[in-house]
């Protein structure tokens, strides 16, 4: 898909996005605008919104882009995602290490061959695309031809990235490791040719998790991030038992699983750490202090066994949730899918998910986590005009009957997580699906 020339144009539609975390700032925090319209430039970026009987003089000659009828959300963010593991979501295993030993680590080390990566990019972000994501915060493998396949993928489709190549030079098989050197010097390489090149592309630091990286790569990871004071740090932390056994062997003189990553330097206002299902009292409290995201990936959890992730406890601690489809290990690309399945696990610690609540953490929530919240996450001027045009599923009778009880469109979007609707996605002010 080559990125097409955009035009101006006028979007009416009912608009709805959040401009703060319901969960802590209430119905204030949304912004629901039913006959809304929204002027998006030919730069891509929204030029005005709000409603559409204000729309200023300057955009009344533009063209009209006419959705009424449909719900227009801004474009989803998904913060943690695995793109060299497309092909192997469902992978029947027991737990996490023996599901990354048998499928992900052989998988993964194909990413070598450039045609291989290229194939499998492109699918992975018509994919995302198709369910309404327009940017993600990425893990590639250790290659990187892998890095730079994903990154022409996502700018080609007008999409945000921030990814990075996977430091790993321990415990996974031997054609998957690199060194600290190697680690260290590949990712300044890549960083430097990368973020020139790609408007919407960012750097991730990227340890695979404590398991797989020796000391002195740690290390170096610390200083990439530290020498780099944009990147984005992202790891794995705390997602099954025999995962934090198994690193408090390695690290016995750590007092805890994220004081191994503190140590290094890997815990800032730009780090996220995935899963954080069995995060100590004592672990949360210096996440919030650094202002560090945890990325919830409930399908992931679910499916592998993991452990189910606590939403109450993390917001009291005052750490930034973010929220993933962790694809291969989770089973869904889709958003709904991935905010079905937070539903259900947060039931299990008897609290109760809002729509606002899980959409926000899809749109807004997720790009504070990422620190792309200036480019992205709601529908406001001077963002890049990323947003999904969401209407009732077709030729679904039972979805047709579960509609039919949603007054509000709060209800609406509450029953959207299970019965997906149709999606429109658009990117830069450009339809792409
Ligand atoms: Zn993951």
């Not at 030079?169 to 060194?179: F, K, S, V």
């Not at 100590?280 to 066994?305: D, I, K, Y």
Request: with cysteine; aromatic share 10%.
């Amino acid at each position: 898909m080559i990125a097409a020339v955009s035009q101006s144009f006028v979007l009416r539609a009912h608009l709805l996005w959040w401009n703060d975390d319901p969960f802590f700032a209430g119905q204030s925090a949304q912004i629901s605008v039913p006959d809304g319209a929204m002027a998006v430039g030919a730069d891509g970026r929204i030029a005005w919104v709000g409603e559409a009987a204000n729309l200023p003089n300057d955009y009344t000659a533009w063209p009209e882009v006419d959705r009424r009828g449909t719900v227009v959300l801004p474009g989803f963010i998904d913060a943690h995602l695995h793109f060299p593991q497309s092909a192997i979501i469902g992978a029947y295993g027991t737990d996490l290490l023996h599901w990354l030993d048998t499928y992900t680590f052989p998988e993964e080390s194909r990413f070598g061959d450039q045609a291989h990566a290229a194939s499998i990019a492109a699918i992975f972000a018509d994919t995302l695309l198709r369910y309404g994501v327009t940017s993600a915060c990425v893990f590639s493998t250790i290659h990187p031809v892998a890095l730079e396949e994903l990154a022409a993928a996502f700018h080609s489709r007008g999409m945000g990235l921030l990814s990075g190549k996977t430091a790993m030079d321990r415990n996974a098989i031997p054609t998957l490791h690199d060194t600290a050197q190697s680690a260290y010097d590949d990712a300044k390489v890549l960083l430097e040719a990368l973020e020139p090149q790609y408007d919407r592309f960012g750097y991730v630091v990227t340890p695979r998790f404590a398991i797989t990286s020796t000391e002195a790569q740690l290390d170096v990871c610390g200083s990439l991030h530290a020498e780099f004071p944009h990147t984005r740090m992202q790891t794995h932390i705390n997602e099954s038992a025999r995962e934090i056994a198994t690193v408090a062997q390695l690290f016995p003189n750590d007092a805890s699983y994220l004081d191994v990553y503190d140590r290094f330097g890997l815990v800032t206002d730009r780090s996220l750490f995935a899963h954080g299902i069995h995060t100590t009292e004592a672990e949360m409290a210096r996440m919030a202090e650094a202002g560090a995201a945890v990325v919830h990936c409930p399908t992931s959890n679910t499916f592998l066994g993991s452990g189910l992730f606590n939403p109450g406890a993390n917001r009291a601690a005052g750490v930034n949730i973010g929220i993933g489809c962790d694809i291969g290990g989770g089973t869904h690309f889709s958003p709904f899918v991935t905010m079905q399945e937070a539903y259900k696990v947060a039931r299990f610690h008897d609290q109760s998910l809002t729509a606002a609540e899980t959409y926000y953490w899809h749109t807004l929530g997720n790009a504070r986590a990422m620190k792309t919240n200036r480019e992205a996450g709601s529908l406001a001027a001077g963002k890049w005009a990323d947003f999904i045009v969401l209407s009732d599923p077709d030729d679904d009778p039972i979805a047709a009957l579960r509609l039919a009880h949603a007054e509000t469109v709060e209800q609406r979007l509450f029953a959207y997580q299970f019965f997906a609707p149709q999606i429109q996605t658009w990117t830069r002010g450009i339809q792409r699906t």
